[in-house]
Nanobody
Framework: VQLQASGGGLVQAGGSLRLSCVAS????????MGWFRQASGKEREFVAA????????LYGDSVKGRFTLSRDNAKNTVYLQMNSLKPEDTAVYYC?????????????????WGQGTQVTVSS
């Protein structure tokens, strides 16, 4: 199983980025997908999750209203659209996949992880 995250970079506050995560080696359409982030010196934080069929999404309080998570099961890909970025959004962003747990916000629920992509927001 491989999750390949991309799309990170350096952006000014107020700007936008779109992260992508392409999955291989698993039946993607059967997996709930999530994004977590980890800033330097801090614990891993839940960002967003989407159910396997794409019918439900869940967001962390700090990104609600600014980030949008979607998926394309035909392309084995999830997308995290990040708008109105703030310096406090600076972190390494990880995509993850899980099947069978309803604890979408806990990193412990996720079976597979991508390598992470750095997002840096300058003030």
């Amino acid at each position: 199983v491989q999750l390949q995250a991309s799309g990170g970079g350096l952006v000014q506050a107020g700007g936008s980025l779109r992260l992508s995560c392409v999955a291989s080696g698993l039946t993607f359409s059967r997996y709930d997908m999530g994004w977590f982030r980890q800033a330097s010196g801090k614990e891993r934080e839940f960002v967003a999750a989407i159910t396997w069929y794409g019918g439900s999404t869940l967001y962390g309080d700090s990104v609600k209203g600014r980030f949008t998570l979607s998926r394309d099961n035909a392309k084995n890909t999830v997308y995290l659209q990040m708008n109105s970025l703030k310096p406090e959004d600076t972190a390494v962003y990880y995509c993850a996949g899980q099947s069978g747990s309803f604890y979408y916000t806990s990193h412990k629920s996720y079976d597979y992880w991508g390598q992470g992509t750095q997002v840096t927001v300058s003030s």
